[in-house]
Nanobody
Framework: EVQLVESGGGSVQSGGSLRLSCTASGFTVDDADMGWYRQAPGSKCEVASVIRSGGSTYYTDSVKGRFTLSRDNAKNTVYLQMNSLKPEDTAMYYC???????????????????WGQGTQVTVSS
């Protein structure tokens, strides 16, 4: 059974940092395309960052230079290091995974079949 468990969310002040973790079971993270998505109240779910099975990473423009996605194969976990956080980063963050996502679909939530329960990130000004 595929399972994704996120952790690491919390409340920080603007400019602060958090590291989110997504631990997978039922598959190996280096054999899957995985992404971090976020959804603020009243807003659509949007991609923050994706790592493909081959190791390539992608970031949406609003987080480039501030967020770093990495993978620890030994722990079967992916991480999202978030620095210089802004109030607009406030959202529920979800980990998503699938065995393969088309290159042009990396930012499309419906391309991922497996999702975690989410972890809340709140950034105050």
């Amino acid at each position: 059974e595929v399972q994704l468990v996120e952790s690491g969310g919390g409340s920080v002040q603007s400019g602060g940092s958090l590291r989110l973790s997504c631990t997978a079971s039922g598959f190996t993270v280096d054999d899957a395309d995985m992404g971090w998505y976020r959804q603020a109240p009243g807003s659509k779910c949007e991609v923050a960052s994706v790592i493909r099975s081959g190791g390539s990473t992608y970031y949406t423009d609003s987080v480039k230079g501030r967020f770093t996605l990495s993978r620890d194969n030994a722990k079967n976990t992916v991480y999202l290091q978030m620095n210089s956080l802004k109030p607009e980063d406030t959202a529920m963050y979800y980990c998503a995974a699938d065995s393969w996502v088309p290159p042009m679909g990396w930012a499309v939530p419906s391309r991922y079949n497996y999702w975690g329960q989410g972890t809340q990130v709140t950034v105050s000004s």
